[in-house]
């Protein structure tokens, strides 16, 4: 398993519903999981891997690692805030995107265990990130046509360094 990266047109597709949880969703979750620890991220979307499933992972500071398979984002607060966010998939560019400051989320878990969760703060963010990822979505699509061309000349300058 690796992470894709920008150009790579798996990015832009739609994720499709998981049908079936087995012991390969556990492991999947797992490897994902551990993918997201070693790039640094605070979340990983099964697109970001090759993986057309809705499924994604997040561990931000102060929580556990958390398993998000076929999300569905149930109300999202009308507050909005700005705050700046890159991606695994963007590697070193990062630009500010307004969303919304809190959201309520309905998943399962890896092992097929249904949950409700709300959240705030960055939590709130990265769920709402790496939703994105399953709707074919990158953060740089969120970004003003101005802004968005700044941090595609930043990546690429950056791609050109390393």
């Given at each position: 398993?690796?992470?894709?990266?920008?150009g790579?047109?798996?990015l832009k597709?739609?994720?499709h519903?998981v049908?079936r949880?087995?012991?390969?969703?556990?492991?999947?979750?797992?490897e994902?999981?551990?993918?997201?620890h070693?790039?640094?991220?605070?979340?990983?979307?099964g697109p970001?891997v090759?993986?057309?499933?809705r499924?994604?992972?997040t561990h931000?500071?102060?929580?556990?690692?958390?398993?998000?398979i076929?999300?569905?984002?149930?109300?999202?607060?009308?507050?909005t805030?700005?705050?700046?966010e890159?991606?695994?998939?963007?590697?070193?560019?990062?630009?500010e995107?307004?969303?919304?400051?809190?959201?309520?989320?309905?998943?399962?878990n890896?092992?097929?265990?249904?949950?409700?969760i709300?959240?705030?703060?960055?939590?709130?963010?990265?769920?709402?990130?790496?939703y994105?990822?399953l709707?074919g979505?990158?953060f740089?699509d969120?970004?003003s046509?101005?802004?968005r061309s700044?941090?595609?000349a930043?990546?690429?300058?950056?791609?050109?360094v390393?």
């Amino acid at each position: 398993m690796e992470i894709l990266l920008l150009g790579n047109e798996t990015l832009k597709e739609k994720a499709h519903p998981v049908k079936r949880f087995t012991v390969e969703t556990v492991k999947i979750a797992e490897e994902m999981i551990d993918l997201m620890h070693a790039g640094k991220g605070v979340g990983l979307a099964g697109p970001q891997v090759g993986l057309m499933e809705r499924i994604f992972v997040t561990h931000v500071d102060g929580d556990t690692p958390r398993v998000f398979i076929n999300p569905s984002i149930l109300e999202t607060s009308e507050k909005t805030v700005s705050y700046e966010e890159g991606c695994l998939s963007i590697p070193g560019v990062y630009a500010e995107v307004t969303r919304p400051e809190k959201i309520k989320v309905q998943a399962w878990n890896e092992r097929g265990k249904a949950f409700t969760i709300e959240a705030d703060g960055i939590l709130a963010r990265v769920m709402l990130h790496e939703y994105d990822h399953l709707e074919g979505t990158l953060f740089i699509d969120r970004l003003s046509e101005p802004a968005r061309s700044r941090v595609l000349a930043k990546y690429e300058k950056k791609k050109r360094v390393s």
